[in-house]
């Protein structure tokens, strides 16, 4: 069974550039999450979907960032303009109802 | 808001020894508890878990885990470490039976000297 694929795996951009990345969840799996990882920490939530209805975006700076998922299947997530503090490890996740998420490889984002 | 916490930001142990990282939690009500570990240049991967039932829960590659409820803890251990077992582990809790978010700890490097 094919994981969670993400891409690209690694993107290198300047300040105020635009950058979009991209998840396609694991087959039958209905929720997909995008984390943000900071070196050091633990990877936190920035929205969760149930098909193609986000039902929790609250740590989503939505001045900047911005997601869909509009066939409830593959998401995309962008930043509008990238700024220093945003480089970090994008992660998307995906789960079958109340079970296990499965988490893809990541994009690693550097924002010079 | 729950939040999880691991103390041992990194461990440095020899081959064969004996592992214990530990988790504590603050969310009183009911969890589903999780450790997930990363292999150097790897994904996150799931080592166990927790729902219900049994509190002792054993995972791949000889891990196993203990929910203590009282305690609000849910440290990993594992008898017997290898070299291979050199990555970084992240303890996470979720609340209720959904789909709700995790929210992980800040992750135990652990290094395992042949």
């Known amino acids: 069974e094919a994981g969670v694929v993400q891409s690209p795996r690694y993107k290198i951009i300047e300040k105020k550039q635009p950058v979009a990345f991209w998840c396609n969840p694991i087959s039958g799996h209905n929720t997909l999450y995008w984390y943000l990882q900071n070196l050091g920490q633990g990877p936190e939530l920035l929205i969760r979907y149930e098909n193609e209805e986000a039902v929790d975006d609250s740590q989503l700076p939505k001045d900047r960032f911005s997601a869909e998922r509009l066939k409830g299947v593959d998401s995309t997530l962008k930043i509008q303009p990238a700024e220093l503090g945003d480089s970090a490890v994008y992660l998307c996740?995906?789960?079958?109802?109340?079970?296990?998420?499965?988490f893809g490889p990541g994009t690693r984002l550097t924002v010079l | 808001a729950q939040s999880v916490s691991q103390h041992n930001h990194h461990v440095i142990l020899s081959e064969a020894a004996s592992l214990e990282l530990g988790c504590n939690y603050s969310?009183?009500?009911?969890?589903?508890l999780f450790w997930y570990v990363q292999y150097p240049g790897q994904h996150l991967q799931l080592l166990l878990k927790y729902f219900s039932g049994d509190p002792l829960v054993k995972g791949i590659k000889g891990f196993e885990a203990e929910f203590i409820k009282s305690k609000f803890s849910f440290n990993l251990r594992k008898p017997s470490v290898q070299w291979s077992d050199t990555a970084e582990y992240f303890c996470a809790v979720r609340r209720g039976f959904g789909n709700e978010k995790l929210t992980f700890g800040t992750g135990t490097r652990l290094t395992i000297i042949p």
């Open positions: 996740a995906s789960s079958p109802p109340g079970d296990t998420q499965y």
């Open positions: 969310y009183g009500g009911t969890v589903n």
